[in-house]
């Protein structure tokens, strides 16, 4: 019985819709697997599968599927006013009511907040408010934004030049001019001749290398995720940050933290620059914001760049039709009521991050698992072919992709990000739902032993 003739589905998906990263050719071999519902943790594919999404949508659902506050919400603002810009003078509900309540939610010094449909979205306007900001302070020179390898902040043209992969520079002439990417902090990934603290240091000068290569002069700002992300859930050491601070310090240059991943709780506190005592200038933020019910991001702007901007700046030329968009803010407003209700940063933060950070850190000593780390509700662990050595696996082999498909066969959303497999699950997941992610995250592991075992890629 299939409900939904999954093969029609396919079929007209592999005719119609170009997904997102997606060798489309390659998935019509095989078709997409089609998700029709979700329920707090778990979604169900149109064959009655049922998985456990241990990726959040992909890091957005953080209050579960299933919250029917936030259909109401969209409900009634749609009945009420489903549109209307603010460009011209007017304004709507809820884009100001969100706008005042991020302020309260956000670190001190953070009073404005400019509306964006997404994260690639926030991060070009960052490109354009740094930029303006120095041009307004007199030093059009400063044009150059800094990142790192492996970092993500988007598929614009803007978002994907900031980020750190290189495979997407090579499609369409990117990165646009005057961006920069250093190193990132993984120590893991490194000789690990040094200790971990010592390599957050060394990772973190490669930072004022190159402003001193660059020219202070010309630095604008340094633009990084708290816990990089989609570059494989690269948790930095505890020395890192706090050097990163005392380096954009020095130099005058403006820090913005990507928190569209690491936002809204899922380091144990609202904004992931609070775990690590960072003091950002600006905060891109999307995702968690409406827990993906709904499009939405934006840029959270501090008080040094506001100020120019709004007391110098005169117009900013910039800015989307759906800049504060009526409904997708109150879609935001609902899913922050419980988020605050429940006290959700407080829930990773005290209870459910340490619980599976001792579960998820326990795997290391699985035979495939060379390292295994989580911070808050994010996690990830190495796949390695000598857990003893760290010895990679030929990437050829694409091992973390054959770990993955055996994740989805066994009812389990685990993402793999080259031989790193990683999670990060909704934050209202419970203890007893850890339980069962990490013993179906052994029994995966266990699996992907046995197949690489008969392909013969292990060493006996
Ligand atoms: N910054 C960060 C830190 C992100 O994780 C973006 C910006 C861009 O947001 P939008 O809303 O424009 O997609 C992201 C998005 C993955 C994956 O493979 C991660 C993202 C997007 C697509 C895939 O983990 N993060």
């Known amino acids: 019985m299939d409900p939904f003739d999954t093969a029609d589905l396919q079929a007209r998906d592999s005719a119609h819709f170009l997904h997102p990263f997606t060798d489309t050719k390659a998935l019509s071999g095989h078709g997409a697997r089609i998700i029709v519902r979700g329920d707090g943790i778990f979604i169900w594919d149109s064959q009655g599968h049922r998985l456990l999404d241990a990726m959040s949508g992909l890091w ?5 599927y299933g919250q029917r506050r936030l259909a109401d919400a969209a409900h009634r603002q749609m009945l009420e006013l489903p549109f209307y810009n603010s460009f011209f003078k007017t304004a709507v509900v809820p884009a100001i009511d969100l706008a005042t309540r991020l302020s309260r939610l956000a670190p001190p010094g953070f009073n404005r907040v400019f509306f964006t449909n997404s994260g690639s979205e926030g991060n070009d306007t960052v490109i354009r408010m740094v930029r303006r900001y120095w041009d307004l302070q007199g030093q059009p020179g400063r044009k150059v934004i ?7 902040h988007g598929s614009t043209m803007g978002g994907a030049s900031l980020s750190g992969m290189d495979y997407m520079h090579a499609q369409g002439g990117l990165p646009i001019p005057d961006i920069g990417h250093i190193g990132q902090p993984y120590w893991y990934g490194s000789d690990r001749a040094e200790s971990p603290a010592d390599f957050g240091l060394r990772a973190a000068r490669w930072l004022e290398d190159r402003i001193l290569a660059v020219g202070p002069e010309r630095v604008a700002a340094f633009i ?3 816990v990089q992300g989609a570059g494989g859930v690269i948790i930095p050491p505890e020395t890192y940050w706090p050097e990163v601070q005392r380096i954009v310090d020095r130099y005058g240059i403006l820090l913005v933290s990507d928190e569209v991943i690491c936002g809204f709780g899922r ?16 905060i891109t933020f ?10 939405l991001g934006g840029v959270l702007v501090g008080d040094r760049v506001a100020n120019a901007l709004v007391e110098q700046g005169g117009e900013f030329e910039h800015g989307f039709t759906y800049s504060g968009h009526p409904t997708a803010c109150a879609v935001a407003l609902a899913n922050l009521d419980i988020m605050e209700e ?3 940063p407080r829930h990773v933060r005290e209870d459910v991050g340490p619980y599976l950070k001792a579960g998820f850190e326990s795997l290391v000593d699985h035979p495939l698992v060379g390292h295994a780390e989580a911070l808050g509700l994010v996690a990830g662990l190495a796949l390695v072919a000598d857990p003893v050595s760290g010895r990679p696996f030929d990437p050829a082999l694409s091992v973390g992709l054959l770990c993955r498909d055996i994740c989805f066969r066994n009812g389990l959303v685990m993402r793999a990000v080259g031989d790193r497999m990683i999670i ?3 934050l209202v997941i419970t203890r007893p739902q850890i339980d069962e992610l990490i013993g179906l995250v052994r029994r995966c592991l266990d699996e992907t032993h046995a197949e690489l075992r008969v392909h013969g890629w292990l060493a006996d």
């Open 224 to 226: 990084a995720e708290p």
């Open 60 to 64: 957005c659902v953080a209050i579960g």
């Open 342 to 344: 429940q006290d959700l």
């Open 267 to 282: 380091l144990g506190q609202w904004f992931g620059c609070q775990h690590y005592g960072t003091r950002p200038d600006l």
């Open 286 to 295: 999307a995702k968690a914001v409406t827990s993906g019910y709904i499009p």
């Open 424 to 426: 990060a699950p909704p």
């Open 146 to 152: 800094l990142s790192r390898i492996n970092g993500y």
